[in-house]
């Protein structure tokens, strides 16, 4: 049977086979709400030949999440799909409680679906969660970055993340569900007018707004975006990097406008660090005038320093002293060395130790050796491969430059 254009089994299936088409393995994030159980449903249908596995994060922030968890396993199960329930410990009630939930739910749900070969993790936003999110940071001020769509997939925490019900409204889907008799919790913390989006939810049905219209104006912002984009990869091309440095020519830096010179900042940072997120958007701007004047500025573990007709940035070497030790892996999210012995291990090389290796021979800064990996074992330096290579030591960046030049474009 051909479904018509407007059924949401359509538009979601059409979607899925754009975005996951040749996906033998997907993962579903089910809260047990109305969009999820939708979701759940018609990733059901559409699977079929494919593993695809549902988990639901159970914040204990009320005490019926249990057992909803335990719902959405039972209705997982019906449909033939696994579940699993994962819990978040959460160490401290400071902070923002629901950015930090949602931080929490993406690494969850990311360590699942890593740990069970699957190659994307689906979710369950949908029209009315993109009109919402727009009015919630044009109230914060936000930019062109802040105000654009949600994108129908991104990677984020080493996995990527689906949205295939962008185009599909939440009052659609809930008409679905009661055609089938399918039954979803409702979540009483949708009506708690403590938190932003319930009040603009609220406050949007009030005044009537569309919620479609409001969508598709959160799309043209993300179309703006995408070609701020493409401008900021063109300033970008003459981008280098080498030994865990980055720099850019100083001319076409400042011969562009002041957004494309934050976004390549922004960008260059996060290249540096690893982060998942940019930086406050009022760091940037302290660190875009610090630059402007020709000062050494830093911003968020990365240092940027304009020096001649390039501007450098490295890592700082505090953030890398803060870095966890690592046996084996990753280091400070930056480097992979190989060659370790039993008893050593992989941190920063330090001030202190800066005076016993010839880092000027390796072309580094002295901060820049600082910032670098060393091999110790206990206290005692074994070597700094990065800047005197040493066998058995190997040591691999995590990124090079088109890294670089794919976060510009995804910023």
């Known amino acids: 049977m051909t479904l018509p254009a407007a059924d949401p089994a359509f538009r979601v299936h059409a979607a899925l086979d754009r975005l996951a088409g040749d996906m ?131 990677d984020a925490f080493g996995t990527r993340w689906l ?55 959160a799309c043209h912002i993300q179309e703006a975006r995408d070609a701020l984009s493409h401008y900021a990869a063109h300033a970008a091309r003459e981008a280098e990097a080498r030994d865990g440095r980055l720099t850019l020519p100083r001319r076409a830096y400042q011969d562009a406008p002041p957004e494309i010179r934050r976004r390549l900042i922004v960008a260059a940072c996060r290249w540096i660090t690893g982060a998942d997120y940019p930086p406050r958007r009022a760091t940037v701007l302290h660190a875009l005038n610090a630059v402007a004047t020709g000062h050494r500025v830093t911003l968020d573990g990365a240092l940027i320093e304009p020096a001649g007709d390039r501007i450098r940035l490295f890592r700082e070497t505090a953030a890398a002293l803060r870095a966890p030790e690592v046996q084996d892996g990753i280091w400070d999210n930056r480097w992979e060395v190989k060659g370790l012995r039993p008893g050593q291990h992989v941190a920063a090389l330090g001030l202190g130790e800066v005076a016993r290796v010839k880092w000027r021979l390796a072309g580094l800064s002295r901060d820049e050796a600082a910032a670098s990996p060393a091999v110790w074992e206990g206290d005692r330096l074994v070597a700094a491969p990065l800047v005197r290579p040493q066998a058995p030591f190997e040591i691999f960046p995590v990124r090079v430059a088109s890294h670089f030049r794919r976060l510009v474009m995804a910023h």
């Open 24 to 154: 033998p393995a997907i993962g579903v994030a089910v809260s047990g709400g109305g969009d999820s159980v939708a979701l759940m449903h018609l990733m059901a249908e559409w699977g079929r030949g494919r593993r695809i596995m549902v988990a639901t994060v159970d914040h204990g922030l009320r005490t019926e999440s249990a057992d909803e968890a335990r719902q959405v396993g039972r209705a997982a199960r019906a449909l033939g799909l696994s579940h699993a329930t994962l819990l978040w410990q959460r160490g401290t009630d400071a902070g923002n409680l629901m950015a930090n939930a949602r931080d929490a739910r993406l690494r969850l749900l990311a360590g699942w679906a890593q740990r069970n070969g699957l190659s994307a993790v689906v979710l369950g936003h949908t029209a009315d969660d993109q009109a919402e999110t727009l009015m919630m940071r044009l109230a914060r001020g936000s930019g062109i970055d802040g105000l654009a769509s949600m994108a129908e997939w991104r």
């Open 163 to 217: 949205r295939p019900m962008l185009g599909t409204g939440r009052q659609d889907l809930r008409d679905w569900l009661r055609a089938r008799g399918i039954a979803w919790i409702d979540d009483p913390s949708n009506d708690n007018t403590d938190f932003d989006r319930v009040r603009i939810r609220q406050a949007m049905q009030a005044m009537g707004l569309d919620v479609p219209a409001l969508a598709r104006a």
